[in-house]
């Protein structure tokens, strides 16, 4: 059911020369009920119409004639304002959250068209920091939500897995490695003679040289530089599963900037044939002047080619792969100029797909009290991290429910859940500052908070004999859902009207956060009626029922919610 498009195409009837998608657009939901559940503001209309917004608003309402759905109308200040008929509108909302179950909240907008998702992608041999972790979630989220929404989606890791940082940390470790240190400390220890290769070349600067060498004959297939460069791979994708098994995120391709290398030559050929290739003391770049930007550098004068080249390669690969109808590119706003500079040289080869790159950026993340990168290859650890947040969820599960069984799997989802959640809690391109009492506080605006409200309205079904995976026991039909039309009963039901409205706006937005700030939304609407109503100590029967009806579809929208945004949904905390 949507109201909004019900009451936008009775509109456009009686409106000469107004669609009804401009009204669905200009309707709102007025924050306070008493101006009605749904509201036209005809100022935007006044001057199309030539009429004034009050003078509008007056004729829709002197035209109106009785709606099964919308049971009252008034033109007040230019405002057409339009109230719902409880019981037909929570019994159609509440029906179709019962029968829809974990596809509520879904539609088919994408009909199978692809969108290829272009997240996490950490570097091979370096620290999983906390912009990878945030891209982790953020990608994963929009993989969920166009999934969610009808589309094919491909997940890419773009693993920075070339470059000629690997012809320095092959010399690293031929001088300073020890094989049974890397495969006991993986990536720290990589990290660590990485820097010191860094430190010592200061002084050494044929060190450099050196690592070139390495490099050249990586990228001409010599054996042993290859076999160290597969066995740091390895070593990395070995701790980068750790973390993407703890978050629950998978990947449909891992094809990283190495995958590009037999791909790349044919495309610098194109640039060529393009004319869009210049020389600069040895180097080709593309000159990007005329879009005030500064030139994208495609070979280095040794012939290196470099992270621009692979991201066009990679980009003209994928549209042929994957026909996508947008490629998404997750990471911090950091990289959004190596972003525009690429995506305008794709424009200037002539792909009018270059329209369908999207640069999804973010903010950064710090953590409260601490600094996340104090000294080169002196940064946070993400598994950490992690472990922490599970650890304290326990003790928190300890003291507030001892006795529940699986406390660890508890302490997982919810632990996990606190970090990924705090970081979709605002707009993404905000900078955020991690607070431990924060992302924990079961009472605040958080996953546990939304976790644990899910686990309420789960148990008052458990007490009620009903079983959260078998559904209510009776049918819609049953339920007198004119009974739920108190404050805060109908206020919830609101809330699970809009999910759907959020999820396609968080798709077009590409705002994973404007879910989380609704589950939140949900989550205080449940909680003011299971404050407010007794649910298991009514003694009428029917009433008891129905609000066991909207305890199910609260239950069922936080759940649809919290997968959405990759967050797990424990019955019990
Ligand atoms: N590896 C890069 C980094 O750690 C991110 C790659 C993003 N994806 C891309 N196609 N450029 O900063």
Known sequence: MNVKQQLAELLAERLE???AEQLAETIE????????????????????????????????????????????????????????????????????????????????????????????????????????LRSTVIGNALYNIFQFLGYRCVGVNHLGDWGTQFGKLIVAYKLWGDKAAVEADGIAELQRIYVKFHDEAEAKPELEDEARSWFVRLEQGDEEALALWRWFVDISLKEFHKMYDLLGVKFDSYAGESFYNDKMAAVLDELKEKQLLEEDDGALLVRLDDYDMPPALMVKKDGGTLYHTRDVTAAIYRKNTYDFEK??????????????????????MGYDWAKQLVHVPFGKVSLEGAKLSTRKGNVINLEELLTKAIEKTR?????????????DEVARKVGVGAIIFNDLSNNRIKNIVFSWDEALNFDGETGPYVQYTHARACSVLRKAGISTSEGLGFGIEQVDAGLLANEEAFAAVKEIYLFRERVEQAMY???????????????QAFNRFYHECSILNVEDEALRKARLTLVKG????????????GLEAPEQI
């Not at 490629?327 to 200037?348: C, M, P, R």
């Not at 936080?558 to 959405?564: E, S």
């Open 395 to 407: 003790e928190i599960i300890d003291e507030k429910n001892p006795d529940m069984p699986n406390k």
């Open 29 to 132: 939901y007025p924050p306070n009920p008493q101006m009605g559940d749904l509201s036209l503001p005809c100022f935007k209309l006044s001057k199309l119409l030539r009429k004034s917004p009050q003078a509008i608003a007056e004729g829709l309402a002197g035209e109106w004639s009785a709606h099964p759905l919308f049971s009252r109308i008034e033109a007040v200040n230019g405002y057409f304002n339009v109230f719902l008929e409880p019981g037909a509108f929570i019994g159609s909302v509440l029906g179709e959250v019962l029968s829809q179950k974990d596809s509520y909240g879904s539609q088919n907008i994408g009909q199978g068209r692809s969108i290829v998702i272009d997240f996490s992608s950490p570097n091979i041999a370096k620290t999983f920091h906390i912009g990878h």
């Open 17 to 19: 020369g107004v669609t």
């Open 327 to 348: 490629a998404i590119y997750v990471t911090d706003a950091g990289q959004s100029l190596h972003f525009n500079q690429w995506f305008k040289v794709i424009e200037l």
């Open 554 to 565: 609260v239950q069922q929208t936080l759940k649809n919610g919290l997968a959405l945004i």
């Open 509 to 523: 937005k590409l705002e994973p956060s404007i879910i989380s700030r609704y589950l939140v939304d949900l989550a």
